[in-house]
């Protein structure tokens, strides 16, 4: 399984940035994909997860201003991030779970900051 993310950069508080992750390889289309994320200093941070068949989870600080979705015939899952916030600022990981196995990309680095 092999994950490309991309969509990161610097914004400023209260903007909006839009995350696209493409995945390849047997089973990621039955998968659980999500996203999390890494601030220096913090723990890894499950942002946001969502099913095969639609069911969706968002961390608490998250909810309310970003949007997971998924296209299982393209095997991509976006991040839409609105207001973003300064505490944001995080390396972003999209992830699939198949068969159990976490598999996870290379990041893609999210700046809020004025």
């Known amino acids: 399984v092999q994950l490309q993310a991309s969509g990161g950069g610097l914004v400023q508080p209260g903007g909006s940035l839009r995350l696209s992750c493409a995945a390849s390889g047997s089973g990621v289309s039955n998968s659980v ?3 999390y994320r890494a601030a220096p200093g913090k723990q890894h941070e ?8 639609g069911r ?3 961390t ?3 909810k309310g201003r970003f ?6 015939d393209k095997n991509r899952v976006d991040l839409q991030m609105n207001g973003l916030k300064p505490e944001d600022t995080a390396v972003y990981y999209c992830y699939v779970l198949v068969m159990n196995i976490p ?4 990041g893609t680095l ?5």
């Open 56 to 58: 969706i989870t968002y």
């Open 67 to 72: 949007i997971v979705s998924r296209d299982n």
């Open 60 to 62: 608490d600080s998250v």
């Open 110 to 114: 999210v700046t809020v900051s004025s």
């Open 46 to 53: 499950l942002v946001a997860v969502i099913t095969s068949d």
């Open 33 to 35: 994909m999500g996203w």
């Open 103 to 106: 598999y996870s990309g290379q």
